[in-house]
């Protein structure tokens, strides 16, 4: 399979608990992207790499938030102090430097449930 | 936030009927694009239209876009069953994010 992958694809955690999410990109992709989406809208950008460059991040992306994308491959998404608000679900993207106009790519996404 | 909003929030037809969606949007962009997303799955890049584009076509999906109004609408023709989905509109700036509008919920009916 050579597309956007995410694991896990659900989680659920108490309030007040860390969780991290992991997003494989297409390989040859050098952009890589997450997003936030709650039920009934659409996907909210959260943050942005350029290889291994984190080069935008939305206020959206409270201090709780880190994303890594170490190697310029994978990237992880933590939630620290985990808060009911942060449920929704957790969608990744990539994209070529050379791709056509920003053309994004995603994940099937992980589903988080705060409890 | 949302870029913008997509008319109407929500359409219901019969097999074989054409869909029409609208997005409108607020700032100036690169390129539009639609996306479909199918309940509880990731989005799917269904089409691409640059700002200097009025009209594109790809299979069953013809997209208009007006810049000087700032919307676009996405046909789909001879729908199916499988057309199913939620549909959204997404623009591209200056930025590399993309910013989505708050999506057309498509149903179907066999």
């Known amino acids: 399979d050579t597309g956007v992958s995410q694991d896990p694809r659900h989680k659920i955690t108490k309030r007040g608990q860390n969780v991290t999410f992991r997003c494989d990109p297409i390989?040859?992709?050098?952009?890589l992207y997450w997003y936030r989406q709650t039920l009934g809208q659409g996907p909210e950008f959260l943050t942005y790499f350029q290889n291994e460059a984190q080069l935008e991040k939305s206020r959206l992306l409270s201090n709780r938030f880190s994303a890594e994308r170490p190697k310029g491959s994978f990237s992880t998404l933590e939630i620290q102090r985990t808060e009911q608000g942060d449920s929704a679900m957790y969608l990744c993207?990539?994209?070529?430097?050379?791709?056509?106009?920003?053309?994004?790519?995603f994940g099937p996404g992980t589903r988080l449930t705060v409890l | 936030s949302q870029q913008g909003e997509e008319d109407p929030q929500a359409l219901s037809i019969q097999e074989g009927e054409n869909a029409t969606m609208n997005c409108s949007y607020k700032?100036?962009?690169?390129?539009l694009q639609w996306y479909r997303q199918n309940s509880g799955r990731g989005l799917v890049h269904l089409i691409l239209?640059?700002?200097?584009?009025r009209e594109k076509h790809s299979g069953r999906l013809r997209v208009t876009l007006d810049t000087s109004k700032k919307s676009s609408s996405l046909l789909i023709t001879a729908s199916r069953a499988a057309d199913t989905a939620s549909y959204f509109c997404?623009?591209?700036?200056?930025?590399?994010?993309?910013?989505f509008g708050s999506g057309t919920q498509l149903t179907v009916l066999p």
């Open positions: 700032t100036s962009i690169n390129n």
């Open positions: 997404a623009t591209a700036g200056s930025a590399r994010q993309l910013t």
């Open positions: 993207a990539s994209s070529s430097i050379g791709g056509a106009h920003n053309e994004q790519f």
């Open positions: 239209i640059r700002s200097n584009e």
């Open positions: 390989s040859e992709h050098n952009r």
